[in-house]
């Protein structure tokens, strides 16, 4: 059976009804703890709001999808990331609806900050290949890089070990902010 994919227009006349189940965000709205009660009139101008503010987000989306090289008529994640990106008014969604990277750009940049919370010493920068040989292959450096021995790599699951490994870098001066996002 073919998916229904018909559009629904927006409305041309206010008929005093909602298309999101006005049930439902009421049942939302009590969930907040900082709301007591709220009216129904309350209620009914946030479920319209609610829906003008999806149709304004389906509209720049369908946008981005005709602006494309090879234009579509079906809205997609990328679509909805790229108008998120693009337009300052939708800015706020950013953490909701990020914009899409492929998997080896995030295992990348996870090796590199793993590397710089153990104290390696990073060849290329992220997202680009490493510094080396034409052919692909590494330079030999017998366990140094520029004549200082290569830090020890630590279990992750020792954490006094951890710490001295720490101190020795700070005593080394060697002291950054360490990148909490990976």
């Not at 800015?91 to 609806?97: G, K, M, Q």
């Not at 290949?129 to 200082?148: F, R």
């Amino acid at each position: 059976m073919p998916y229904n994919t018909t559009a629904i227009p927006p409305r041309k006349e206010i008929t005093g009804t909602t298309q999101l189940p006005l049930t439902r965000v009421k049942k939302i709205i009590n969930m907040d703890q900082d709301i007591n009660t709220c009216s129904n009139n309350a209620a009914f101008v946030i479920t319209l709001a609610t829906e003008m503010f999806i149709q304004h987000l389906a509209q720049e989306a369908h946008n981005m999808a005709k602006f494309e090289r090879k234009p579509r008529r079906n809205i997609q994640y990328k679509d909805m990331a790229n108008a998120v990106l693009h337009h300052d008014n939708l800015e706020f969604l950013e953490d909701v609806i990020p914009k899409t990277t492929s998997y080896s750009k995030v295992k990348d940049q996870a090796a590199a900050a793993r590397a710089k919370l153990k104290g390696e010493k990073k060849t290329g920068v992220v997202g680009e290949e490493p510094a080396g040989l034409p052919n692909g292959k590494k330079h030999k450096t017998n366990g140094h890089a520029n004549g200082v021995a290569a830090p020890k790599i630590l279990a992750d699951d020792d954490p006094s070990a951890q710490l001295e490994m720490e101190m020795r870098q700070a005593e080394r001066g060697h002291d950054e902010d360490v990148d909490m996002t990976g």
